[in-house]
């Protein structure tokens, strides 16, 4: 026994002095790091460089699986050392991060303050819909205090509801696939969350909403971004894909039809990306919150039966009731057991009164808010025409996506919007890659957003 | 220009050299881990040693201090890595995890089980009051739908509410102080995962509700438990407090009056742990959900007006609103706002309709709950104690923790109870050390907690 301590402490010995010499590694690391940092500013050159980083992690993972390490960890704390490069980069450049991103929701705030001074703002920034909740759920908030409808629920909500789903969107799934969310943010949160560890990779197609991002970071996870363009009608090509995957690509995120362009793939470039999410084991998180509002041919990751597949949706789109915070996702049980457990974790079960006024809404029939949203989305087309600006006609949602003429960029427009009244969502908040963009939400009456675009008419 | 093209390739071959040179010694540390989890197999030793493991830490960032590396970037290094050792460890030894621990969740789950089946069952296993949320309510959740009252709010939650719940606390708490989450467990999870980073560890004083250690493990930070006995009447000791803390310690969390036991803190105790915290600059989080219930002197955090404490309360317990999932927390502006960010990731803000519910809440007094749980809990103390069993008469909250008759453990007793129509929480939901316990709630009329208490009397 006196042996085996001794070989213990031997051991113990032997791997503080080898965790030493790792750190003092790291610390020459990141004065290289600083170096480097120097010359690229002299050079007038941006810190990040995702060519050369790809490169970096390409030629480490080889080596590091040469001597039999554990890809996983690997590149996690090549990632964790990558990300802190950059950061020491940054600080050596006295590089300013492009001034705090706007984003709608900002604006949003922005517009709130406004109006409370007493002014009028014509609000296409959010999307919210201005039409009420269906009328069924009137009933259930007033019947749900007798009812006693206000206790804890299992944590992936009530049966009734989660059934109710799983017969609307059909595909064979069963009730025990569905989880009930606070709203389908906390779908995308709790399926980045638990299915992502730090250093594990994400791809999302920009223009996106910034959640994806934010959860990424959140996680320490890296958000690479595949950017698609007007030009080619929004639409990526699977070579940006096999681009851009690493051995840490662990999920690829869709969301059709598009917030903000108003996209939707079409099947032979859907196909292409399920086909590669499965040779490359990865998951796919569909939010597909605005499919209710698809007016061309929409196809749910639902309809391929992949294993690592995740469809979001949620009420507050299509049933207009955001403020009830109820979405959903719907995967195989594993997945739905892990993010599961993020919500017990987090907060133990969405409200129920707000699960059974999600119940009565699916009595409803959402075809008047989705004729109300296209008719719409069409005046907002016909006026940019009009203006010719440039834009994609929305195959769904409830956005448009113009394209502002060369010149002006979307922070100036934004703010001299609001100063007349108008507030719109600047493209950036989608992308860096987008500043030459505006996103028009169509959550207001008509001559409202005829108004708006009036206004615009004489911004640009 | 060449030049320095020639220096950035150069110090780029460095970097990657250097790269790899860091990745082979992880790898070798790698393979020394899995020797010392052989030998510990072979001496039948636990994987991990909170001392061994404390001594490489504070060894490791003392030098990385002295060549000048960010101490946080070296925590998380340095835990990416040990945490990388257990594994390694753990997978040599074939070790099997502790067997999955039961807690009051998991019965309540087996008890709607059994009674799915047709069976009747008392609960005793769970906080959630069996009497109606206040009247007022009711007209709310009417009204809700006309006023339209369910759209999103600011992330921090509607300014009547809280400056409503700013006006109750008194403390001169402003109404910025104050958010309002989805549950008190929200208010816990936004505060640990802002406030904590991997690597960082937190106190909390067992026996505990287990949510923070959820919390903690979730973030990769680490829970470091202070026990409390019976015998000591549950309360901690300040030497407990400078035997535990170390340079990563960052956060102590209170719950008093306490789940499970019903303790409430002698203003002397409470005193020098503020005070501990101010030297050390510790985070207090104070869980304050069953203050409404406090039958004997209740300090708040809020009264020692201390820069890094943060309140948490919730509608849940005092007016019975479990389902209605509104909790708050109240601290100073940049902590409020470092948990606000997390609410708006991960879930945007709290169902306006149960916001105006809990504003509603507020009219009302909660005097009758607290007279009703008193007299519960009177009643089972004095049962208990015609039973010989030891336990502490609770200060406050809505359980009582009596200690079994040695010889039974606590999943024995469940399981036993269960079979008889029982339900009630096992003592070891709460610590490790506590299998000697149950925790039994007061969240049943009176003749059945007699029913449920006689029950228990045949089986011990």
């Known amino acids: 026994m006196n042996d085996k301590n001794e070989e213990l402490e031997g051991l113990r010995r032997e791997i503080r002095s080898i965790t030493t010499d790792i750190i003092l590694r790291v610390q020459k690391r990141m004065e290289l790091s600083k170096q480097i940092g120097k010359i690229k500013a002299q050079m007038n050159m941006n810190v990040m460089d995702e060519k050369v980083e790809q490169d970096v992690r390409n030629s480490i993972l080889e080596s590091s699986k040469e001597v039999g390490m554990d890809p996983d960890f690997c590149g996690r704390l090549l990632n964790i050392l990558l990300i802190e490069s950059v950061r020491v980069q940054k600080n050596q450049q006295q590089f300013k991060d492009v001034a705090h991103r706007q984003t709608h929701m900002n604006i949003f705030t922005m517009a709130k303050q406004i109006e409370a001074s007493g002014k009028n703002i014509i609000h296409m920034e959010i999307g919210e819909p201005d039409y009420p909740a269906p009328q069924n759920v009137k009933r259930v908030l007033s019947e749900s205090y007798d009812l006693r409808h206000y206790h804890y629920t299992e944590t992936t909500g009530i049966k009734e509801l989660r059934q109710a789903i799983a017969n609307k969107v059909g595909n064979h799934v069963a009730a025990d696939q569905v989880m009930i969310t606070v709203g389908a943010r906390f779908a995308v949160f709790?399926?980045?969350?638990?299915?992502?560890?730090?250093?594990?990779?994400?791809?999302?197609?920009?223009?996106?909403?910034?959640?994806?991002?934010?959860?990424?970071?959140?996680?320490g996870s890296k958000n690479k971004v595949i950017e698609t363009t007007l030009?080619?009608?929004?639409?990526?090509?699977?070579?940006?894909?096999?681009?851009?995957?690493?051995?840490?690509?662990?999920?690829?995120?869709?969301?059709?039809?598009?917030?903000?362009t108003g996209k939707i793939l079409d099947d032979n470039t859907l196909n292409k990306i399920i086909q590669f999410a499965k040779d490359h084991d990865l998951y796919i998180l569909s939010d597909e919150v605005y499919s209710d509002y698809a007016f061309n041919g929409f196809k749910s990751i639902l309809e391929y039966n992949y294993d690592k597949g995740i469809m979001i949706s949620?009420?507050?789109?299509?049933?207009?009731?955001?403020?009830?915070?109820?979405?959903?996702?719907?995967?195989?049980?594993?997945?739905?057991?892990?993010?599961?457990?993020?919500?017990?974790?987090?907060l133990?079960?969405?409200?129920?009164?707000?699960?059974?006024?999600?119940?009565?809404?699916?009595?409803?029939?959402?075809?008047?808010?989705?004729?109300?949203?296209?008719?719409?989305?069409d005046i907002v087309s016909d006026k940019l025409r009009k203006m010719s600006?440039?834009?994609?006609?929305?195959?769904?949602?409830?956005?448009?996506?113009?394209?502002?003429?060369?010149?002006?960029?979307?922070?100036?427009?934004?703010?001299?919007?609001?100063?007349?009244?108008?507030?719109?969502?600047?493209?950036?908040?989608?992308?860096?890659?987008?500043?030459?963009y505006i996103r028009i939400s169509a959550c207001q009456p008509e001559n409202n957003l005829e108004k708006g675009l009036n206004l615009l008419n004489t911004t640009i």
């Open 314 to 346: 949620s009420f507050s789109k299509g049933y207009a009731m955001t403020g009830f915070r109820v979405g959903y996702a719907i995967a195989k049980d594993d997945i739905i057991a892990q993010m599961a457990k993020i919500q017990a974790t987090a």
């Open 348 to 377: 133990t079960s969405v409200a129920e009164p707000m699960q059974y006024s999600a119940l009565a809404a699916l009595e409803e029939s959402t075809a008047e808010n989705v004729k109300r949203i296209k008719k719409r989305l």
């Open 231 to 260: 030009e080619e009608n929004w639409r990526p090509n699977i070579t940006q894909f096999e681009e851009i995957i690493s051995a840490n690509t662990k999920m690829i995120v869709l969301n059709y039809p598009n917030n903000p």
């Open 389 to 436: 600006i440039s834009f994609t006609v929305p195959d769904g949602a409830m956005y448009v996506y113009p394209k502002l003429k060369s010149g002006v960029d979307d922070i100036t427009i934004v703010d001299r919007l609001l100063n007349l009244g108008v507030a719109v969502a600047p493209g950036s908040a989608f992308g860096d890659s987008y500043k030459q």
């Open 190 to 219: 709790s399926a980045i969350v638990s299915l992502l560890k730090a250093g594990d990779e994400l791809i999302s197609i920009e223009p996106a909403w910034p959640a994806y991002k934010e959860c990424v970071n959140f996680i």
